[in-house]
């Protein structure tokens, strides 16, 4: 009507004042009550009423709005991630109902767990006034999974519900109002991806940690009465990489090496030679080419080399690296991180910070989101020179296809604590790999002693570029005398020094986070979930920031492993995860899927099983206990 | 027997010196085996004997006496020499013991700093071999001081070598170099499992100058 009659007041041909007029209802439902209540002030531009729901933490918000030409009335609400469980029912609930064999095949349904019934509850209520629904969740896997859910539980009361997306990538007005221009259908793929990982997930979780858990509770009585021993085919392989550097660690066996070092004084400057052979783990050879160079200890420079030197400004950021950045520097928690970082996506500090992608893509407008950040008075500066050189993006390889790097969308200088340190990593890391890598210049000086090579090398740094925003690299120069070719020289000292190999460290939080990523355990959003999951079962436990296997951890791990399976080995879970990748993309069938996957781990069960006792034996071996014989009552395996 | 003499003229040529006992009962064998006249033929069979011979049982000597106690000299000639074992001393032997046993040593270099790999991998410093050599009767070491690609960790123990020209000699150590020392070949049947690289590398971490440190259990 509206394109027809462009100028036509809307309301011209009634008489009914505004008022009464009964205004069609748009249910929204965004992933969170924060996320629901940031959109819609954007989308009402700060008008809007709020009332409450069952749920006390999701809000209602209303405002009202004209969508595609017509004035409606939206109802924005939320949930708190997962609506719905999948879970076993009868029976199959019970830990001592059945065989946990059984879980493999048991009906799973999904469920309502009791403390979401609230939020189901308003999504009902809202849902029958409403006639049209469109999902704000969160723009991954799981968001879409949860925009199912939604779908599900409000289609349930009323089915003629029409129901549309809403794609963005973050929460600031641009992109909220282009999400609601170009509203979309929901991603069937991304969401059967979630449900084989989630049905997989419950089906095996509960079989191994039932078999394990009433087993062995029974078997160590003393220690393992009241404990929980839960499997997760991405907690085991999380464990299995914390136990395999320990037990490369413990197996280490240090060596002892010798090397030459030549230095030489001159103009006050101490330069250090380094031999070209690094070292040898022989004594007796090092002494006798240490007695070639002291009869004839003549320095020869043979060569001078000096050519540029640049130490490479970040990638754009994407999870993995966020997660990595803020363990190692700013010594937060992986979880906490994300929680963080997730608190200032809600807010519209930054964009949505679960991306595979480390490409700006053509589309965003960086200058702008430069802008902004000049006005601050620590990397402001730094931002107005970015913002005049134009900005010059060290692009990556990856993109998820999904979501841009992370990168601030909007200037504060409002946050304390956590929130400010995570905004102002992402902030520096962002201008950082907008303006140039550091550049400096290299000298190398190759040196001949007794027809033994060595060489030093020297470092000035010429122009710091993106090191002036970003404290968390640094690259020092090295002075050293200047040398000509041919020149000849006494040496200060020359000397025979010895050194001891050692172990490789134990693994850092952020080390853990590569290997899972390298290995395609869990995804960027699930990887400090793992983590955390191991942490709480006393799995493993961090020392120093460094992570030790516990004795119930080692004890399982090296169970399964004296039975030949590869629990702890990522490469079943990786399996997973790349088929996952392919129901998403819609190149594989995500019923073939569950019924291999299942099938896999069904035969490792079985397997399993009979060999119990090695488990009981490693255990044993750990908690320093003697195994219980098990009853002749008990029907568990 | 006629043919001692051109065996032994076959054998000097090539710088190698025999027991006469040893040269005789080695030409029956021969003959017996093979029923052959063929000098040639007889000849090329003593010297592929010789190849497959524990020197140490010969008990042949052609190193000056004391090369291995002369804190530096040098020595000059031809040196048919048995290659006892072999090993790399620029690496340390427990990560080659890894390698060898196909220990799966992937994630030890996996670190949430990215340099961390191609750190590792530009510091890695040109092999050195370190073999033990024997005339029969003096062991000494020889180094390779200059690359020899005509060495390799792979050879066989056993294998014989010539070691020949002007060679440097310190701490017992000859200083070996591509242009003075000829791989000849064979082994010694004996010392195949004896000094295969796993257990070199085992010997080299259990003779080491450091006691590997008891490490205490590190678990909560
Ligand atoms: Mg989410």
């Given amino acids: ?637 | 027997m006629q043919l001692v003499l051109p065996v032994r003229r076959y054998l000097t040529n090539r710088h190698i010196t025999v027991p006469e006992d040893w040269l005789s009962a080695c030409i029956n064998w021969v003959l017996s085996e093979y029923s052959q006249n063929n000098v040639p033929f007889i000849q090329e069979q003593v010297y592929q004997e010789w190849l497959h011979a524990d020197l140490t049982e010969l008990g042949t000597c052609c190193l000056p006496p004391q090369t291995q106690d002369q804190p530096s000299t040098t020595i000059t000639g031809y040196f048919p020499l048995q290659m006892n074992l072999v090993r790399d001393i620029s690496e340390p032997a427990y990560a080659q013991l890894l390698k060898v046993e196909d220990a799966d040593t992937e994630n030890m270099t996996v670190s949430a700093t990215q340099n961390h790999m191609t750190q590792t991998a530009r510091e890695k410093a040109d092999r050195m071999l370190m073999l033990e050599l024997t005339d029969g009767t003096t062991v000494v070491e020889g180094m390779e001081y200059r690359p020899a690609p005509n060495l390799s960790v792979d050879l066989s123990p056993g294998t014989k070598v010539l070691v020949y020209g002007t060679i440097k000699v310190r701490r017992g150590i000859l200083f070996l170099t591509q242009q003075n020392i000829t791989v000849l070949g064979g082994k010694v049947m004996d010392l195949l499992e004896k000094n295969d690289q796993r257990n070199t590398l085992i010997a080299a971490l259990n003779t080491q100058d450091t006691d590997p440190r008891e490490q205490p259990r590190r678990y909560n």
């Fill in chain 1, 1 to 637: 009507l509206t394109s027809v009659f462009p100028y036509l007041p809307l309301r011209g041909f009634c008489d009914v004042p505004p008022k009464t007029q009964k205004m069609v209802r748009v249910l929204n439902v965004a992933e969170k009550n924060d996320a629901a209540k940031n959109i819609a002030e954007i989308l009402s531009r700060g008008h809007l009423t709020r009332r409450e729901g069952f749920s006390k933490y999701n809000k209602i918000y209303e405002f009202d709005h004209n969508l595609n030409g017509n004035n409606v009335k939206m109802v924005m609400t939320s949930v708190s991630g997962h609506l719905l469980n999948y879970a076993f029912s009868g029976a199959y609930k019970k830990w001592e109902g059945c065989n946990p064999l059984d879980l493999f095949s048991a009906p799973v349904f999904k469920v309502c767990p009791e403390d979401s019934e609230p939020i189901k509850r308003t999504l009902e209520r809202e849902a029958r006034s409403a006639s049209k629904l469109i999902i704000w969740t969160d723009c991954d896997r799981e968001g879409e999974n949860i925009g199912f859910e939604i779908i599900q539980v409000c289609q349930a009361v009323k089915p003629s519900l029409q129901v549309q997306r809403a794609k963005f990538s973050e929460i600031t007005f641009r992109s909220i109002q282009r999400a609601l221009e170009t509203l979309t259908r929901p991603d069937e793929n991304l969401n059967n991806a979630v449900n084989v990982r989630s049905e997989l997930d419950l089906r095996i979780g509960a079989a191994f940690t039932r078999f394990q858990t009433l087993r062995l509770k029974k078997i160590f009585p003393e220690t393992l009465a009241d404990t929980i021993l839960s499997y997760g085919s991405c907690q085991f392989p999380t464990l299995g990489f914390i136990i395999e550097r320990f037990k490369a660690i413990e197996n280490f066996i240090p060596e002892q090496f010798w090397k030459l070092k030549v230095t030489h004084n001159r103009d006050d400057i101490v330069t250090e030679f380094t031999w070209q052979r690094k070292r040898l783990f022989h004594k007796r050879a090092c002494e006798a080419l240490f007695d070639v160079c002291q009869e004839n200890p003549e320095a020869c420079i043979t060569k001078v080399t000096t050519k540029p030197k640049s130490k490479w400004r970040p990638q754009p950021l994407d999870t993995v690296e966020l997660e990595k950045l803020g363990s190692r520097k700013l010594r937060m928690n992986v979880k906490e991180v994300m929680k963080v970082a997730e608190k200032l996506y809600t807010n519209g500090f930054i964009s949505y910070p679960r991306t595979e992608t480390n490409i700006f893509p053509q589309e965003l407008e960086l200058a702008p989101l430069v802008e902004m950040q000049t006005a601050d008075p620590n990397w402001g500066g730094f931002a107005a020179g970015v913002l005049e050189r134009g900005p010059n993006p060290r692009q990556g390889k990856k993109t998820d296809q999904a979501h841009p790097p992370i990168h601030p969308t909007k200037y504060t200088s409002s946050l304390s604590g956590a929130e400010k340190a995570v905004y102002d990593l992402v902030v520096r890391h962002f201008l950082a790999c907008l303006s140039d890598d550091a550049r400096g210049m290299e000298t190398v000086v190759d040196m001949v002693m007794a027809g033994e090579g060595f060489h030093a090398n020297g470092l000035v740094i010429l122009e710091r570029n993106y090191l002036e925003v970003y404290p968390y690299e640094n690259w020092s120069g090295k002075v050293i005398a200047h040398y000509e070719q041919g020149q000849t020289f006494q040496p200060t000292t020359l000397e025979m020094v010895s050194g001891e190999t050692s172990a490789p460290p134990y693994l850092t939080e952020a080390d853990l986070i590569a290997l899972m990523e390298k290995h395609g355990i869990g995804t960027d959003a699930t990887h400090a979930e793992h983590i955390e999951k191991i942490k709480q079962r006393n799995y493993a436990g961090l020392e120093n920031n460094h992570f030790l296997p516990g004795k119930i951890g080692l004890g399982l791990v090296e169970g399964y492993d004296d039975m030949g399976f590869q629990m702890s080995k990522p490469n079943l879970r990786a399996e997973l995860e790349s088929d996952l990748k392919e129901i998403c993309e819609g190149t594989k069938d995500p019923q073939d899927v569950l019924r291999q996957q299942i099938e896999q781990y069904r035969s490792i069960f079985e397997e399993a099983m009979p060999q119990a006792l090695k488990i009981d034996a490693a255990m044993g071996k750990y908690l320093e206990e003697m195994p219980q014989a098990l009853p002749q009552d008990v029907t568990i395996p």
